[in-house]
């Protein structure tokens, strides 16, 4: 096939008015269900009319007798009043029909029983007292719900009670996923160099459930053609939509829309979106098709922006605004001009103000997606927006989960896992949320009010100690504490085995070896470059010195692909690829906290957990850690 390349860089409302104006009368049809069978979450294609009235008797609301309310006139204190049983007042439960003759009821705390066969009263009730009228919650053929409303467990309730067993609800919209790529093989099976997990087929067939959908999802068709239209005109005969995995971009064996054109017709091939540029919007065989982006943040944004709003409406749903949140940006985000960007963000209140943290771009990151807490749109007509600015957030959490988060900012630690993990299986409450920015790039988020505590292990060459004089030059005028979380191991990461021989820092600067390091502002950055220039080495001889990675496992994966052949960091991330180890330094890594946040009870929540023992047992069975002062405060601002 002939390669294309983009029809159009559309901009986004653009390319949703040409896909959605074409469905625009796209309604699922009605089917008929049993409201017991699963109906919670389906949405209604008629109205819903009482069948039966709700009671549909006058029902004692009370239990006690029941009595003619005049009967009872009179009745007090200083004048009490008997009543026969079975002939002026009759027992009655909650719920039970009053008997004839009756209209209200006494409650039994005001009764005095008397041996006689009677009872004492000592107040009079008025008629229609402590009764449940008839069709005093629905009155039969009243309207319970209308068309078009998505069914909730109350709901499902009052249909019932108004004598509703079988209702007529929209059909599930039926949408066909595709994935295509030989690259593509099964989550069950493992990749071999080349290969790629398909995982996106599973995401978009819960997102798709999510709103309101079914999906079917069809294997893993390989980059052919021929294949590929016949598995779509399978698809067409069996869904109302077909959403092709992949294959929607501008290589060779991208044919998205080359099917798409075959089969039907092509409104949209790339709109002005990152991520999510290379979608193609059309039709096939007259159905709403979509050809969805391979990389899974450009998958998911896709989904969003064109398939949720046309499953909202062929359910008969409106609209939906999403949840929104004032926040302010914690560092500065460039962008493209033209482009509408979609930032993930962490989301966590620090002090009075609500802080939005960017996390890594990159369509191909699934972790951000899990990691996030919400989006920011920086606009096609902006090249970014300054720090400290205010900006408005769609929730992709609940409210309550975010409010309840510890925000910390720093240096990476493997032990940072383990307490955000220990802090929801004991607190539940609370969770945290760490971003890796390195040791200086945490104190300085710390100094603006960014985060509730800062990971850093920063030396000072001039005292040999960690941290203090960093905290007095960044910090100053800040009442801020150091707590120790442990001593840990720092030391050469290698293949296994060691091929090239590398056992010290002169070792980097032979010509074969290849170095990854960490970035500027790290305290594992600070540590060598402080060590080069004791040793007299020239950062310049080393293959790699500018190669950045902001995690010790990032650096840890690097030499385990073979990308490099040493990198610098803790033991436990060596372990943890599978990499020998050169141990060379340990160093002391604390937790910056203001004062202020010491009685913070999320923060509170955290540091009891690093002292606990089952925190020390996690941390010591990853190895190179020393707990000796962990939880101690060992200076303070």
């Known amino acids: 096939m002939k390669r294309k390349v983009y029809l159009n860089d559309i901009p986004l409302e653009e390319a949703q008015r040409r896909f959605q104006g074409y469905f625009t009368d796209l309604l699922s049809p009605s089917e008929t269900i049993a409201v017991a069978a699963a109906a919670a979450g389906r949405v209604t294609a008629r109205p819903i009319f009482a069948q039966l009235s709700a009671p549909h008797y006058h029902a004692a609301a009370m239990d006690g007798v029941a009595v003619a309310a005049e009967v009872t006139f009179g009745a007090s204190e200083t004048s009490p009043q008997r009543l026969v049983l079975g002939e002026e007042a009759w027992w009655v439960d ?23 066969g009677q009872v004492e009263i000592i107040a009079a009730v008025s008629p229609w007292e402590h009764v449940r009228l008839l069709g005093e919650d629905l009155v039969q053929t009243e309207l319970i719900l209308s068309a078009h409303h998505r069914l909730r467990p109350p709901d499902l309730g009052a249909i019932l009670a108004g004598g509703v067993t079988e209702i007529a609800v929209h059909k599930r919209p039926r949408v066909a996923i595709i994935p295509t790529g030989t690259e593509l093989v099964p989550p069950a099976e493992t990749p071999a160099p080349g290969e790629i997990i398909e995982f996106n087929s599973t995401m978009m067939a819960a997102q798709v459930q999510e709103w309101g959908g079914e999906a079917i999802v069809y294997p893993i068709t390989p980059d052919d053609y021929e294949l590929i239209v016949q598995r779509a005109q399978q698809a067409l005969s069996d869904a109302d939509i077909v959403l092709l995995g992949a294959g929607s971009s501008a290589g060779s064996e991208d044919y998205s829309a080359q099917v798409m054109a075959q089969l039907g017709e092509v409104f949209v091939h790339g ?130 989960i975010i409010r309840n988060t510890v925000v910390a900012i720093g240096s990476h630690d493997l032990t940072l896992d383990i307490i955000a993990n220990l802090l929801r299986e004991e607190y539940r409450k609370y969770t945290l949320s760490s971003a890796h920015v390195g040791s200086l790039g945490g104190l300085l988020a710390l100094g603006r009010g960014e985060c509730h505590l800062c990971g850093t292990h920063l030396l000072d060459p001039a005292t040999g100690q960690y941290n203090v004089s960093y905290l007095e030059r960044y910090l100053a005028g800040q009442r801020v504490c150091l707590i120790n979380l442990a001593y840990r191991q720092q030391g050469l990461m290698v293949q296994p ?65 073979g990308a490099a052949d040493v990198g610098l960091g803790v033991l436990s991330a060596a372990r943890a690829l599978g990499l020998d180890f050169i141990p060379w330094r340990s160093e002391r890594y604390d937790l910056a906290v203001p004062m202020e946040y010491l009685q913070h009870p999320g923060v509170l929540a955290i540091l009891d957990i690093i002292k606990s023992q089952e925190f020390k047992d996690q941390v010591e069975a990853l190895g190179g850690y020393d707990l000796r002062d962990c939880g101690q405060i060992m200076w303070e601002l």
């Open 94 to 116: 909650t719920g039970d029909p009053l008997p004839p003759g009756t209209n209200a009821v006494i409650m039994v705390e005001d009764l005095h029983e008397l041996a006689t």
């Open 497 to 561: 085995g060691n091929p090239k021989e590398i056992n010290r820092l002169a070792d980097l600067t032979r010509p074969e070896v290849a170095f990854i390091n960490r970035q500027r502002g790290a305290g594992t950055r600070v540590l060598l470059d402080w060590a080069l220039g004791e040793e007299g080495i020239d950062p310049g001889a080393i293959k790699g010195y500018d190669r950045e990675e902001y995690t010790h496992t990032s650096v840890a994966a690097a030499v385990q692909s």
């Open 271 to 400: 709109a002005a979106t990152r991520p999510g540029k290379p979608v193609v919007l059309g039709q096939m065989g007259g159905k709403p098709a979509l050809g969805v982006p391979g990389y899974p943040g450009s998958a998911l944004l896709a989904l969003e922006l064109y398939l949720k709003p046309l499953l909202k409406g062929m359910l008969g749903l409106g609209p939906e605004e999403p949840p929104m949140l004032t926040a302010r940006l914690a560092r500065t985000v460039a962008s493209v001009l033209g482009m509408d960007e979609f930032i993930r963000v962490k989301l966590g209140p620090v002090g009075e103000q609500l802080m939005a943290t960017p996390l890594p771009r990159g369509a191909a990151l699934t972790t951000t997606m899990v990691q996030a807490d919400g989006l920011v749109v920086i606009p096609r007509s902006s090249e970014g927006l300054p720090g400290g600015t205010e900006v408005q957030v769609q929730l992709l959490k609940p409210e309550s």
